[in-house]
């Protein structure tokens, strides 16, 4: 595999910034794999090209990711970048949220990246060298109301790929978190928003104003996943990429924001914390 013919490994490629992601390599001249749990519609999604290799993938079964990566392997040799692409969004207050519903926003979005990953890891340390992405949220960094079972497999996935990071450094495998802020991807779609089922009185109140505030942001995002992606790419060419790069400004001052009270709690109750000591 030549530097400009890279191998990138995409899932979640079928819609949405899948899409853009798989695009924008292949405008870059690298061979592509595109997955998805429905192939049609990433093969009507990118069409052909003989830099491009469509297979199916649901990242929620580890039996997918390896035939996906076998796939992979068969046709381009190995792996240079992963992309752990694939989430959903289930939005409700933590009480009306089902305990099956809580499994599958994790089950999608922290197992399934590790799935995929597990998977890809063995070619990466053979060769001594890769690059991992994960794309994680504002809501991997802190809290909001009605994200509870979001923000749950978000911190999951950053936690995760932090301790990644030492794991695979020693082979030469760099790992990158992604936090976007709002951008107008296909999350907030019906086809990956998902809301609690149970209703309780007590947040009768609330219910339609959140879940109006998500369904008034579908298509009107600030951020143009064209111009991320495009970012990305840049960033995946560097010989040092980032551990971490929040996308946007509005997850900029969300993360600054977070910075902040972190902050002030920290020196709120420094004299107590210091005075643990033996």
Same mark, same amino acid.
């Given at each position: 595999?030549?530097?400009?013919?890279? =191998?990138?490994?995409?899932?979640?490629?079928?819609?949405?910034?899948? !899409?853009?992601?798989?695009?924008?390599?292949?405008?870059?001249?690298?061979?592509?794999?595109? &997955?998805?749990?429905? &192939?049609?519609?990433?093969?009507?999604?990118?069409?052909?090209?003989?830099?491009?290799?469509?297979?199916?993938?649901?990242?929620?079964?580890?039996?997918?990711?390896?035939?996906? =990566?076998?796939?992979?392997?068969?046709?381009?040799?190995?792996?240079?970048?992963? =992309?752990?692409?694939?989430?959903?969004?289930?939005?409700?207050?933590?009480?009306?949220?089902?305990?099956?519903?809580?499994?599958?926003?994790?089950?999608?979005?922290?197992?399934?990246?590790?799935?995929?990953?597990?998977? =890809?890891?063995?070619?990466?340390?053979?060769?001594?060298?890769?690059?991992?992405?994960?794309?994680?949220?504002?809501?991997?960094?802190?809290?909001?109301?009605? *994200?509870?079972?979001?923000?749950?497999?978000?911190?999951?996935?950053?936690?995760?790929?932090?301790?990644?990071?030492?794991?695979?450094?020693?082979?030469?495998?760099?790992?990158?978190? !992604?936090?976007?802020?709002?951008?107008?991807?296909?999350?907030?779609?019906?086809?990956? *928003?998902?809301?609690?089922?149970?209703?309780?009185?007590?947040?009768?109140?609330?219910?339609?104003?959140?879940?109006?505030?998500?369904?008034?942001?579908?298509?009107?995002?600030?951020?143009?996943?064209?111009?991320?992606?495009?970012?990305?790419?840049?960033?995946?060419?560097?010989?040092?990429?980032?551990?971490?790069?929040?996308?946007?400004?509005?997850?900029?001052?969300?993360?600054?924001?977070? !910075?902040?009270?972190?902050?002030?709690?920290?020196?709120?109750?420094?004299?107590?914390? &210091?005075?643990?000591?033996?």
């Amino acid at each position: 595999m030549t530097d400009n013919k890279k =191998v990138w490994f995409i899932t979640g490629a079928g819609r949405g910034m899948g !899409v853009d992601f798989a695009k924008a390599a292949l405008a870059e001249g690298y061979q592509v794999v595109a &997955t998805g749990r429905n &192939t049609d519609r990433v093969v009507k999604a990118l069409g052909e090209n003989e830099d491009l290799l469509i297979v199916k993938l649901d990242v929620t079964k580890p039996s997918d990711a390896e035939a996906a =990566v076998k796939l992979a392997v068969d046709r381009f040799g190995g792996i240079d970048v992963l =992309v752990n692409n694939a989430g959903s969004f289930y939005g409700g207050y933590f009480e009306e949220l089902t305990q099956e519903q809580i499994e599958r926003q994790i089950s999608t979005n922290l197992y399934g990246p590790m799935n995929v990953t597990r998977a =890809v890891l063995p070619l990466m340390r053979k060769a001594r060298s890769g690059h991992i992405i994960s794309i994680s949220s504002l809501a991997g960094l802190a809290g909001f109301e009605y *994200t509870t079972a979001y923000a749950a497999s978000k911190f999951g996935l950053e936690g995760w790929m932090e301790s990644l990071r030492y794991d695979v450094a020693p082979f030469g495998i760099n790992t990158t978190i !992604v936090n976007p802020g709002f951008f107008r991807t296909e999350l907030l779609e019906p086809e990956s *928003t998902f809301w609690a089922e149970r209703a309780i009185d007590d947040y009768a109140e609330r219910n339609p104003q959140f879940r109006a505030f998500f369904q008034d942001k579908k298509g009107k995002q600030e951020g143009d996943p064209a111009k991320l992606v495009k970012a990305l790419i840049a960033i995946a060419s560097q010989e040092e990429p980032p551990l971490r790069w929040i996308a946007g400004s509005d997850a900029i001052a969300g993360a600054e924001q977070k !910075v902040a009270e972190l902050q002030q709690q920290i020196n709120a109750y420094r004299d107590l914390s &210091t005075s643990l000591a033996y």
